[in-house]
Nanobody, 120 residues
């Protein structure tokens, strides 16, 4: 069974930084990407950043220049360094694993989420 466990969330003042970690257990055969999404109350879940199996990173516009995603393939882990946080970044952050399977639908796994709260 594939499991994703996030950590590193918490309460931080505006302008501060946090580093989120996602540890993956299980097989990641067919890895397409690993990434971070977030969901604030009453809002849709949105992409924060992702990194593909080829090492290409992608960020939402509001994250560019502030957030950095990285991956440690040896540990099957993905990280999100968040700098210059503001109140709009307050949300539950979820780790995502995208596996692309031949002769089968793509599979997405999600972690349980970690709360990030930014006080202004």
């Amino acid at each position: 069974q594939v499991q994703l466990v996030e950590s590193g969330g918490g309460l931080v003042q505006a302008g501060g930084s946090l580093r989120l970690s996602c540890e993956v257990s299980g097989s990641v055969v067919g890895l397409a990407s690993m990434g971070w999404y977030r969901q604030a109350p009453g809002k849709q879940r949105e992409l924060v950043a992702l990194v593909t199996s080829g090492g290409t990173s992608q960020y939402a516009d509001s994250m560019k220049g502030r957030f950095t995603i990285s991956r440690d393939s040896a540990k099957n882990s993905v990280y999100l360094q968040m700098n210059d946080l503001n109140a709009e970044d307050t949300a539950v952050y979820y780790c995502n694993l995208h596996l692309r399977k031949s002769a089968a639908p793509d599979v997405y796994y999600w972690g349980q989420g970690t709360q990030v709260t930014v006080s202004s």
